[in-house]
Nanobody
């Protein structure tokens, strides 16, 4: 079973930067797509950034040119680099991956969510 552990969240002043990390553990053969989502209090969870297996990235309009998603597939780690942070970026950030996993019966795909990491942008 694959598990995700996110880290890197915290309190940062407006205009500051953070790098979120999402480490996947388990018998992972390959992460073929990944994404970062966020949920602010009283709001629905929204997609922030995604990375497809062909390297295509997609960003929410509100974070374009400020956030960058990347992956190190050797270390099974997904990153979200966030710059020029704004108070409206405050939310719990969740990592999601789709991956191929090796199990006793062979290979199968899993869709896994992390537990979330809090990002607070405030002066």
């Amino acid at each position: 079973q694959v598990q995700l552990v996110e880290s890197g969240g915290g309190l940062v002043q407006p205009g500051g930067s953070l790098i979120l990390s999402c480490v996947a553990s388990g018998t992972i053969v390959r992460i073929y797509s990944s994404g970062w989502y966020r949920q602010a209090p009283g709001k629905q969870r929204e997609l922030v950034a995604s990375l497809a297996s062909d390297g295509t990235t997609n960003y929410a309009d509100s974070v374009k040119d400020r956030f960058t998603i990347s992956i190190n597939n050797f270390e099974h780690t997904v990153y979200l680099r966030m710059t020029s942070l704004k108070p409206e970026d405050t939310a719990v950030y969740y990592c999601n991956v789709e991956c191929t996993v090796a199990a006793t019966g062979g290979l199968h795909e899993e869709n896994v969510w992390g537990q979330g990491t809090q990002v607070t942008v405030s002066s």
